[in-house]
């Protein structure tokens, strides 16, 4: 049998069974565990499997993936980390969007069954808790995106910094929430910041 088929009956069985031992594996394929070892190397640098104490487990981010992990949940776009938004559901799986207008759509839907929701710092490119941060919708900066276009800042001072350069409106985000809703259902006038 060839690395690559053993590698894919390795990911087959891992996804039947969650755990493995090495030992157990070596049985199965008829092959030394240093081979089995080999062979899980690609599929622990791909992040389908991780290494436990003797034996390994399907990643947990695994569980939930498509066969295409790289695209957004909601509108299937592809995902560009510097904007992507990542739902943490009360099944401990994890669901990413491509950007926050999909982030804030996909959130609404799922209700209480995200427990954490965390995105990006527009400005800084660090992790910050979706539900703490603050939205812009409207500015004139194209991030080749989801329309409307929805930025995520972690301080309301640079979210409104932005918003003096590039336009735009600010919202928290249980305003976020339902603004970019009401936006996409095409009810934008009974909750959108109002023109001065």
């Not at 947990?60 to 909601?74: A, G, H, I, R």
């Not at 703490?132 to 500015?139: C, F, H, N, T």
């Not at 928290?172 to 259902?185: P, R, W, Y």
Request: aromatic share 6%; with cysteine; net charge neutral.
């Amino acid at each position: 049998m060839l690395p690559l088929e053993r590698q894919n009956r390795i990911k087959a069985l891992i996804q039947e069974k969650q755990n493995v031992k090495i030992s157990e594996l070596s049985a199965m394929l008829g092959v030394s565990e240093m081979t089995i070892h080999r062979d899980l190397k690609p599929l622990i640098d791909k992040g389908i499997i991780m290494k436990t104490f003797g034996g390994i487990t399907l990643a947990p981010e695994q569980s939930v993936k498509s066969s295409n992990s790289d695209t957004c949940v909601f509108c299937s776009r592809k995902i560009n980390e510097r904007l992507a938004y990542r739902l943490i559901l009360s099944d401990n799986k994890i669901e990413m969007t491509c950007c926050a207008h999909c982030g804030l759509l996909r959130h609404r839907q799922l209700g209480n069954d995200v427990i954490q929701a965390i995105c990006p710092d527009f400005f800084k490119q660090t992790t910050i808790s979706a539900s703490l941060a603050w939205y812009v919708m409207g500015a004139s900066v194209e991030m080749g995106c989801c329309h409307p276009q929805v930025l995520t800042f972690e301080r309301k001072e640079h979210a409104d910094n932005f918003v003096k350069g590039f336009g735009g409106d600010v919202y928290g985000f249980s305003e976020a929430m339902e603004v970019i809703f009401q936006k996409m259902t095409g009810n934008d006038h009974c909750c959108g910041k109002q023109e001065s």
